[in-house]
């Protein structure tokens, strides 16, 4: 009977312990898989909605406005949610950070980004596109700049920031053009 009640005992540890591992295995698998896979991130310099202007230099009375409307794609080809905030775009002089520019949320009726918000959490195996305008007064910053980058914190709230243009003549009035296809950042 003795031995009957040992390998009862020894035949369920077994059962528990190999039941543990196929778990364990299991979560493993499904982890890596809703992992594998990665979020591109494309943007595309547009006319923007409100004076159908390409980004660039514009008299505003006494003040000069830098104006750089967008669309941001994002591309989530994994299986879970992700999350990218705090899109931005900074001006930068010779690679020295002068200012972030202001995000606008709306513009008379028109809403800018996640309904005005620069963060957002992205659906599994998902495309979505947002317009994005970005604003700087000449009166609010003392220096000139450069070049822009743009930036953001990814889901695990790391830092990305790339340079996406290069300005000769800040504050010039003047008008560049818009982007004929989609430029990957990421």
């Known amino acids: 009977m003795n031995n009957d009640i040992k390998l009862l005992l020894i035949g369920a540890l077994v059962s528990l312990i190999s039941t543990m591992i196929g778990f364990l295995g299991q979560t493993l698998i499904q982890y890596l898989i ?10 595309k310099k547009v006319y923007s909605k ?21 669309w941001i794609e994002f591309h989530n080809t994994k299986e879970k949610r992700e999350i990218i905030r705090n899109v931005n775009l900074q001006i930068y002089n010779k690679g020295k950070y002068i200012s ?3 995000q606008a949320s709306h513009i008379k009726e ?37 070049e822009v980058r743009i930036s953001y914190h990814d889901s695990k709230d790391m830092y990305h920031e790339r340079k996406i243009l290069a300005i000769d003549n800040p504050w010039e009035s003047k008008m560049y053009s818009i982007d004929k296809d989609w430029v990957l950042i990421n």
Not at 34 to 43: D, E, L, P
Not at 50 to 70: E, L, M, T
Request: charged residues 20%.
């Open 34 to 43: 809703s992992n594998k896979g990665t979020v591109k991130i494309y943007i």
């Open 110 to 146: 028109t809403a800018y980004a996640n309904n005005g918000a620069y963060s957002f959490i992205l659906e599994p195996l998902s495309i979505s596109k947002f317009d994005l305008q970005f604003l700087i007064k000449k009166s609010e910053i003392e220096d000139d700049f450069s």
């Open 50 to 70: 409100v004076n159908n202007q390409p980004y660039g230099f514009i008299k505003d009375g006494r003040d000069v406005i830098f104006s750089v409307p967008i």
């Open 100 to 102: 972030n520019m202001v």
